[in-house]
């Protein structure tokens, strides 16, 4: 695409609920406009417009057989996109494991050490240890 990266185009396809749901479906058959557009709430002109945007951003392929166009979903810009975020769980992962770390010391803190740590002074009385007689 001109002017922007094939990433971007990419991800701004899959920005789209709908046609995520349309790779979705494209993912277990390939679909005509027509078959897709039974799935979908939206017109068929709306579904092709949809089509056009994710095959600009090479996520389908379409191919004539007669009269009939089917779409194909194209698996590599997925991955593609995958492999981009993957390079950031290592920063989740760690944020995660340091703040599990941080949770166990503050819940450490916050534990008796020890039932012997307690205080070894007596309890004091109090107005209610007295009894009349």
Not at 9 to 37: G, K
Request: aromatic share 4%; glycine share 2%; net charge neutral.
């Amino acid at each position: 695409m001109a002017g922007t990266d094939h990433l971007s185009a990419v991800f701004s396809a899959l920005a789209d609920p709908t046609r995520r749901a349309i790779l979705a479906d494209l993912a277990e058959r390939d679909a005509t406009v027509t078959e897709l557009t039974a799935s979908l709430p939206i017109s068929m002109p709306a579904v092709s417009r949809h089509l056009k945007v994710l095959e600009r951003a090479t996520l389908i392929s379409r191919t004539r057989s007669g009269k009939w166009r089917a779409s194909h979903l194209e698996a590599a810009p997925l991955r593609e996109a995958a492999d981009w975020i993957e390079r950031y769980r290592e920063f989740w992962d760690s944020s995660l494991t340091r703040l599990d770390a941080h949770l166990a010391a503050v819940q450490a803190a916050e534990r008796p050490r020890n039932p012997t740590d307690r205080d070894p002074r007596p309890p004091t009385e109090t107005a209610s240890d007295h009894k009349e007689p």
